[in-house]
């Protein structure tokens, strides 16, 4: 199980497609934050390797820039340059295998000379065309073969695959040259505190668990909005790929399974994904033009103004279409078919320039019989709220006697915040999930068959929304706004409202 006091191990982490943004401002504010934290050894060596040519000194340089700008920690030059000593930058194409092979020479002596264990952790972050050719290039430099015993692991960013199709031929390629247990597939969400929480406040409190069910639950709603549009450079890719595939195939579903899945029979990584796939497995499908129509909306943001500034529409963003099609909200009614789900709605929405970023799960109970207290008026639901982003902690919404002579109720919130309560800020997801690949823990990780299901899923649902003869509308928002009218629509049909967050 995810348990950070294992540590890290000593190896060498090599980053693939490293002067990308990732690089700059997940991954090196990650690993700055884990040695600040006394969590990463200085025997760890750091090496980006990338197409540009670039020397040590000024591809250390760019990442201390862009560490400045996002560091959740106050920027201290002393340390940072204690840190970067651990930095360097190898030049080569991702397709030459001379590249590959001086890699595996200057390691190998580094190795030898400085006495540390032969370890790797080879970080694909390189763009997707290119994770293929560096899986077999790093095979046929035998970069993946344990040399004195140290091991080999591969971290493979998003995406996994566009459809069903193109993750298996991934998977396949990734089995070509690594063993599943050694594949981390990152999906950042999981590294999130308190997504890790759901399993906690499940599992660890009486409470919960004996109403977690269609017996006591109502309803279930996953939001995740972001106020940002599309940030430089991500109009072509996202276009492409839409919230749909961006957003719900990998982030969306991972919360819908830690919420829905059942008790693992243990914390290990293979546990816990034995349960998360089952819940996939028991979604019902969106297969068909009338459960697609009656199921999900999808749309796009037209101009309007977030945060008090005027905004353009998704089509007049940098390297996006002017006559595109591409949804950048989705929401959908998902229902989970087993015992403990059948008839409980799953409510997902996740859009771009919404009206303020926030990820949130609200799970809402029953409403008590009609006796009592709401003979004469309409009682609150009791509801549950894990919030994820920007506050982190976890609210629950009860009824409660407003004081005085009459017998006047209104709901009222019973809240926990995690910054109050631990008097600490969170890791970044990142820094929990290079911890974790370091140590050898694949808890936080997606599993090959996971992303094969989730594909399976998502791959009915875009059928159905391309085919132009189902006529399935592309709804339109105000950039600023919380989603479009049919989205209200769509969850109204079961006499629901979205969660005003
Ligand atoms: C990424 C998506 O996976 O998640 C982005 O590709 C999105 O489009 C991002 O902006 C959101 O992550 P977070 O952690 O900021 O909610």
Redesign the pocket.
């Known amino acids: 199980m995810p348990n950070s006091s294992k540590g890290n191990q000593i190896c060498t982490l090599v980053i693939f497609g490293a002067t990308g943004d990732l690089t700059h401002r997940k991954l090196i504010p990650a690993l700055y934050h884990l040695k600040l934290e006394g969590l990463l050894s200085s025997k760890v060596q750091i090496i980006g390797f990338a197409r540009q040519s670039k020397t040590d000194a000024e591809f250390r340089t760019g990442l201390k820039a862009a560490h400045k700008e996002v560091s959740r920690t106050l920027y201290d030059e002393e340390f940072w340059q204690v840190f970067d000593k651990q930095i360097s930058y190898h030049q080569s194409n991702f397709d030459d295998l001379e590249g590959y092979k001086s890699l595996e020479a200057k390691l190998q002596a580094y190795e030898k000379e400085n006495n540390t264990p032969s370890n790797r952790l080879y970080y694909i972050a390189s763009s997707p065309s290119f994770f293929g050719p560096i899986l077999d290039f790093l095979k046929q430099s035998g970069a993946n073969n344990s040399v004195d015993g140290g091991w080999r692991r591969v971290i493979i960013e ?2 996994f695959g566009t459809d069903y199709d193109s993750a298996c031929k991934l998977n396949q390629a990734v089995a070509g040259s690594f063993e599943e247990a050694d594949t981390y597939r990152i999906d ?2 999981l590294g ?1 505190e308190t997504a890790q929480n759901i399993m906690v406040l499940r599992f660890a409190n009486t409470i919960y668990e004996s109403l977690w069910n269609n017996r006591y639950i109502d309803q279930i709603q996953i939001t ?1 909005a ?1 106020d ?1 549009g599309m ?1 430089a450079g ?1 109009g072509a890719y ?1 276009d492409q ?1 839409g919230a749909l595939k ?2 719900v195939q ?2 969306l579903l991972q919360l819908l399974t830690l919420v829905a899945m059942e008790s693992p029979v243990d914390l290990s990584a293979d546990a816990v994904r034995d349960e998360k796939v089952k819940v996939l497995r028991s979604l019902q499908r969106l297969d068909t033009p009338e459960k697609v129509k009656k199921n999900t909306v999808r749309a796009q943001y037209a101009q309007g103004s977030v945060k008090g500034e005027a905004v353009p529409a998704y089509v007049d963003e940098d390297r996006v279409p002017k006559d595109s099609k591409t949804e950048t909200y989705v929401s959908l009614r998902l229902f989970v078919d087993n015992w403990r789900w059948k008839g409980v709605p799953f409510y997902l929405r996740v859009g ?1 320039r919404m009206a303020k ?1 926030s ?1 949130q799960i609200s799970i809402f109970f029953k409403q008590v019989p009609s006796v009592l207290f709401n003979e004469n008026q309409k009682l609150a639901e009791n509801v549950l709220m894990i919030k994820m ?1 920007p506050d982190e902690g976890v609210a629950m919404k009860l009824m409660s006697k407003v004081p005085g002579s009459s017998f006047e109720l209104k709901p009222v919130d019973m809240n926990f915040d995690y910054e109050t309560t631990f008097a600490k800020q969170s890791a970044e ?1 990142y820094e929990r999930l290079l911890l974790d690949t370091m140590s050898g823990d694949a808890t936080l990780f997606i599993r090959k068959d996971e992303v094969e299901e989730a594909w399976k899923f998502i791959d009915d649902l875009t059928a159905v929304w391309k085919e132009e003869s189902n006529d399935i509308d592309l709804a339109v928002y105000e950039a600023g706004s919380w989603g479009p009218a049919e989205a209200d629509a769509l969850i109204s049909k079961m006499r629901h409202q979205w969660l005003e967050i």
Do not use: F, I, T
């Open positions: 998003k995406p950042h969400y999130k995740v972001e940002l940030e991500r996202y790929a961006d957003m990998n982030h771009k970023k990820a982003q997801a």
